[in-house]
């Protein structure tokens, strides 16, 4: 027979904190967060931390904390309560397939919060950039425009190659 | 805590499993043989370089995570006693990934792999022989080292269609025992008897004993077994023992009454292995069927075969249903019972070859074992489609019945031990 | 406020993006969140069954792997309620519920299937202009929906 199923912390939510800050750290931030912490759960991770509770009380909470460094802080939605045995890296042996997820995003962070502050500031992207992140086929070199980049080499191979006879010409005699 | 308690750790590569809801159960199949899952820790740097080194261009980024904790298996940063391979059925992005890496791990480890692709129907039931197969390969090499038999010991097979019993003496086979499977406990009882007449001993003379086969449990606690081991260690374990082959490669085939087996095997150690089979159309019992149809006996089916022509006959048993459909018409349209019997033989062993020999490397020599083996036709076939001779060793029939009672003699000692 | 798709649905940058510009991101975690928080019966992790497969068969057929199925009995409801949806095209990278190319084929098919709603196409920045670029043209294009959003 199959194992019935009780859910804990039905109704609740958890969301992730990241922090990615020259100025903060998670500690800093759970420290903040346990002051308005307004009966949320609060767990301190190595990224930042993990918030359970009701929705609106957790969104007060993140609200505050937003505002100690808009910048550098990124929330997320996560399905499971903080330290939940079935996606512990304790119990998996490895990190669970989203962790790798978040690393790779990690790694971006610093484009994101130099453009966050910038567009507070007011600076507009360039063109080139605007185009570097619009998705869409890279343009392929046009086909007569290859021909003639594939004559002029030939070209110029062949020119090489007589003259590199004529000196192995005057290297024989 | 002593070794036997020491959990396995089974290393787990996989896409799929979760998301189809049956990771409990290759967490539960673990679980019952005293193994546990695990995933192998890797960092996001180590799957870009892993996957880059490896040089197969999966798409799906949780393959590319399996190729990276395959490279830290090989490379034993992460230490593993198995390796479970596992990814949905029916995709082929996945079925290259899965036999690159469990060729990949079988050639460059010693780690024994086992892969499955499974659907949501996948039960926990399915995937137990499968790794109780790898947990006995990973804590029990001492056992399964084991190359002479000593004493008397009895081996009793209880497969889905037959039950065999096997009477060993001073590395002979003194009695055997082989009835067709009905009630699995009278089954064994009848055989056990019949090879005690044979051998001409009382069932008080035997030193120890060992269960394989789908009965094992019951026979093996009725009987107070010595060892009750699944088939896929007994059979490669009984193959090459009884071909002679104990050292060095081989591939064991074994087609089954109900599912397949292919092994491959080192110094008569399974490191890779596939067991099962989409439909009953490509085991023995498409075959019984045939010879009810032709209205000969099983035995001889094999000899009709042999002076058939198995290209004459257009058949498929892909699936029963539609195998026996092409028998009936082929029968109607007049083909010889002989060709007829070749198709069968042949389609089956197509059927063997294409599901599931391609989840193996086929190293020879290719030993088959089974009741099946001695039907000759299908082995003739088998060894077509494989373009290479085909050992059938003696007693052959009763393969798993002489490697659980060669490998129950290494208990007698122990019970010595402690009397 | 409106519902917004996010792909990769895993993705901390677009979930924060979206929330954090005033609408709502459908991401994985929220449908995770409704099984891990729904009684029935044990099965860890994802608390995903054989069922989850079963319902796949709504936008995927029966010979299209489980583990495909089961991913889209989490993304199919998911793209049916969004509003609009911001899809990031080179996120190789992401794992797990993301982590089957033919899913995320079939996931960003439905997403340009769905005619009436507006979508944002781009790709991850690599430098400092870039992640303004990207930052930009997400908020400008969220901040659209709420202009064109009917005051009720």
């Known amino acids: 027979m199959p194992k019935e199923y009780n859910p804990e912390f039905v109704g609740t939510v958890t969301k992730y904190v990241f922090v990615e800050s020259p100025d903060i750290t998670p500690q800093h931030l759970s420290i903040r967060a346990y002051e308005i912490s307004q009966g949320v759960m609060i767990k301190e991770t190595c990224f930042g931390l993990q918030i359970t509770g009701m929705p609106e009380d957790v969104e007060k909470v993140i609200a505050a904390l937003r505002e100690m460094d808009p910048y550098h802080i990124l929330v997320k939605d996560r399905g499971f309560p903080p330290g939940d045995k079935r996606r512990c890296r304790a119990n998996l042996g490895g990190a669970r397939p989203g962790y790798f997820g978040h690393e790779f995003e990690m790694g971006l962070l610093r484009h994101i919060s130099k453009g966050l502050k910038a567009m507070e500031n007011g600076v507009k992207p360039n063109e ?22 594939a004559v002029s080499k030939s070209r110029e191979s062949a020119n090489k190659e007589a003259d590199t006879g004529a000196a192995n010409n005057s290297i024989t005699k | 805590m002593n070794d036997a308690d020491q959990k396995v750790r089974v290393a787990q590569l996989s896409c799929g499993p979760e998301h189809s809801g049956v990771q409990k159960e290759i967490d539960e199949a673990a679980a019952a043989v005293n193994a546990e899952m695990f995933f192998p820790d890797v960092t996001l740097k180590d799957v870009k370089k892993a996957y880059k080194e490896f040089g197969l261009e999966a798409r799906s980024a949780d393959l590319k995570l399996a190729i990276a904790r395959a490279k830290a298996l090989v490379d034993g940063s992460v230490e593993a006693d198995a390796v479970f391979i596992a990814t949905c059925f029916r995709c082929s992005e996945a079925a290259i990934v899965r036999n690159e890496l469990r060729r990949y791990i079988h050639n460059n480890s010693t780690l024994p792999v086992v892969s499955y692709s499974f659907t949501e129907r996948t039960t926990s039931g399915t995937l137990l022989t499968r790794m109780e197969a790898l947990t006995t390969i990973a804590k029990r090499r001492a056992l399964l080292a084991r190359e002479k038999q000593v004493g008397i010991t009895l081996g009793i097979d209880s497969g889905s269609a037959t039950t065999k019993a096997v009477i060993m003496k001073d590395n002979e086979i003194v009695g055997t025992g082989w009835t067709p499977t009905t009630e699995v406990l009278k089954s064994a009882d009848i055989v056990v008897n019949d090879a005690l007449t044979m051998a001409g001993l009382k069932m008080s003379d035997i030193q120890a004993i060992g269960t394989t086969g789908y009965g094992r449990y019951l026979i093996g606690e009725k009987m107070k077994a010595d060892i009750i081991q699944e088939e896929l260690t007994v059979n490669s374990k009984g193959a090459v023992y009884l071909a002679d082959r104990q050292h060095g490669e ?112 086929i190293k020879e020599p290719v030993i088959m074992v089974g009741g099946t083996s001695l039907i000759a036709g299908l082995v003739n076939e088998m060894g077509r489609l494989l373009q290479t001779e085909v050992v059938v060793p003696p007693y052959s029939q009763y393969i798993g019945s002489v490697g659980s009672a060669l490998l129950a003699s290494g208990f007698i000692d122990e019970k010595k031990k402690g009397e | 406020m409106s519902k917004v798709f996010i792909y990769p649905s895993t993705s901390l940058i677009l979930s924060d993006m979206v929330a954090r510009f005033g609408h709502e991101p459908l991401g994985a975690a929220i449908k995770i969140r409704e099984r891990i928080q729904t009684p029935g019966f044990d099965s860890p992790p994802l608390q995903m069954t054989p069922e989850d497969p079963k319902k796949g068969l709504k936008y995927a057929a029966v010979e299209v792997p489980a583990g495909v199925r089961g991913r889209m009995a989490i993304f199919g409801p998911l793209i049916e309620e969004a509003e609009a949806a911001v899809i990031v095209n080179d996120s190789d990278l992401a794992f797990g519920c993301m982590g089957c190319a033919r899913t995320d084929e079939l996931v960003k098919f439905m997403i340009r299937q769905r005619k009436d709603i507006p979508i944002l196409e781009i790709v991850y920045p690599s430098n400092e202009d870039e992640g303004l670029a990207f930052v930009d043209s997400i908020k400008n294009f969220l901040d659209g929906l709420s202009a064109k959003e009917v005051p009720k």
């Open chain 1, 128 to 149: 080139k950039s605007v185009n570097a992140i619009t998705y869409h086929d890279k343009p392929l070199l046009d086909t007569e425009r290859l021909e003639e980049i």
């Open chain 2, 250 to 361: 081989a591939t064991v085939i074994d087609i089954g009454g109900m599912d397949n087996k292919a092994i491959s095997v080192q110094d008569g150690i399974p490191g890779t292995f596939t067991m099962g089979g989409i439909c009953a159309g490509a085991s023995g019992r498409f075959l019984e069927m045939t010879s009810k149809r032709l209205g000969v006996d099983i035995t001889e089916l094999g000899p009709l075969a042999m002076k058939g022509l198995s290209k004459e006959v257009p058949m498929n048993s892909y699936c029963i249903v539609f195998g026996t459909q092409s028998l009936v018409n082929a029968l109607a349209e007049g083909h010889s019972k002989e060709n007829v019997a070749a198709a069968a033989c042949r389609s089956v062993a197509e059927q063997v070859f294409e599901q599931q020999l391609q989840e193996v490397d």
